[in-house]
């Protein structure tokens, strides 16, 4: 039986590629403040409760001064600690930082039911290669026409 093409599981099995980059193509600093101040633009939580969740989440003090000098483009000695990415994505409800950094390596960011149906997928087509193999094998010895 033939299955028919579905256009929508496409993307979700779509193949992501390593990339070799450029020199300085990995140069991140102003596309990441970029994305963390359209976030936090987003969020509809302001800067200072933005960092008091953070705070909260990292037991580290974290202020709405120090949100700002990560964001913006004049505060360049200023960089925004992966050990706090975490946090930030909880405080502002997101996984966009961590998909970006995945697709800039050449992977993809799965979560909740995409996660599930990725490894469903991958069940399913184990399956499958293992049924083809029985049926190979019974082949060999003859049990089957």
């Keep these: 039986m033939r299955r028919a093409h579905d256009s929508l599981t496409l993307d ?7 990339r ?8 991140v600093g102003l596309p990441l403040r970029h994305l963390l101040s359209d976030l936090l633009k987003a969020s509809p939580l302001s800067r200072f409760d933005v960092a008091a969740r953070m705070s909260e989440l990292t037991g ?3 202020t709405k001064h120090q949100l700002d000098a990560w964001t913006a483009e004049s505060r360049d000695g200023w960089r925004f ?10 405080a502002v409800q997101t996984h966009d930082i961590t ?10 960011v799965l979560v909740g039911k995409e996660a599930l149906d990725a490894e469903i997928g991958r069940l399913e087509r184990a399956r499958d290669e293992a049924s083809k193999r029985i049926k190979q094998l019974k082949h060999t010895m ?4």
């Design 12 to 18: 979700l099995f779509e193949v992501p590629v390593a």
């Design 20 to 27: 070799d980059p450029k020199p300085g193509a990995l140069a």
């Design 60 to 62: 580290q003090e974290i």
């Design 81 to 90: 600690p992966l050990e706090y990415l975490p946090a930030f994505e909880v």
């Design 99 to 108: 998909a970006w950094v995945a697709d800039l390596r050449g992977c993809k």
């Design 142 to 145: 003859g049990e089957m026409e």
